[in-house]
T-cell receptor
Framework: QKEVEQDPGPLSVPEGAIVSLNCTYS??????FMWYRQYSRKGPELLMY????GNKEDGRFTAQVDKSSKYISLFIRDSQPSDSATYLC????????????FGTGTRLQVTL | DGGITQSPKYLFRKEGQNVTLSCEQN?????MYWYRQDPGQGLRLIYY???????QKGDIAEGYSVSREKKESFPLTVTSAQKNPTAFYLC????????????FGSGTQLSVL
């Protein structure tokens, strides 16, 4: 079993929909949680970063961490075609990039 | 514009050949990383470097080598010992290894002829 599980999709939604992307993990020591967005054949870019449990909002994006359930989510409100990309979750026990564990990514398609 | 430049975008390797992927950053970041991305797998760390002239193996270092002679540059060599080199290779940097916020380049797709 992988340490971080992420549904590969693809997830197809109409423009304007609310999107929910999720990751589950098995290591209860993870404290730092990130979401990266990756367009096709490009490098990932950091979208959201949270420490420990709780919610964090940035524009149309909300990151949610539930450590008791070992479950993190990324919500996208008013989704746009430009949101079509692969979304990678990543997490670590310490604040060190060399110890990050990545999910496999969920491919999102927002249709007109 | 500050960022990370990877070249080439596409690279082909013949049997038994070593190839080198270039990575340059002008973000003045201390730490640099190489990841490999395969379909259906998360990013896997190959090597990382915290300072010039020092680097550490990641999870899948076998068949790869790196150097860090300058702060800005962290080239990756895929040697003939790497039997399954076809993948998308990503270079990244961060301010320091105590900082988990990674900045990525645009990647190099390596394929075997």
């Amino acid at each position: 079993q992988k340490e971080v599980e992420q549904d590969p999709g693809p997830l197809s939604v109409p423009e304007g929909a609310i999107v929910s992307l999720n990751c589950t993990y098995s290591n209860s020591a993870f404290q730092y949680f990130m979401w990266y967005r990756q367009y096709s054949r490009k490098g990932p870019e950091l979208l959201m970063y949270t420490y420990s449990s709780g919610n964090k909002e940035d524009g149309r994006f909300t990151a949610q961490v539930d450590k008791s359930s070992k479950y993190i989510s990324l919500f996208i409100r008013d989704s746009q075609p430009s949101d079509s990309a692969t979304y990678l979750c990543a997490m670590s026990k310490t604040g060190t990039a060399s110890k990050l564990t990545f999910g496999t990514g969920t491919r999102l398609q927002v249709t007109l | 514009d500050g960022g990370i430049t990877q070249s080439p975008k596409y690279l082909f390797r013949k049997e038994g050949q070593n190839v080198t992927l270039s990575c340059e950053q002008n973000l003045n970041h201390d730490a640099m990383y190489w990841y490999r991305q395969d379909p259906g797998q998360g990013l896997r760390l190959i090597y990382y470097s915290q300072i010039v002239n020092d680097f550490q193996k990641g999870d899948i270092a076998e068949g790869y080598s790196v150097s860090r002679e300058k702060k800005e540059s962290f080239p990756l060599t895929v040697t003939s010992a790497q039997k399954n080199p076809t993948a998308f290779y990503l270079c990244a940097s961060s301010m320091g290894t105590g900082d988990e916020k990674l900045f990525f380049g645009s990647g190099t797709q390596l394929s075997v002829l």
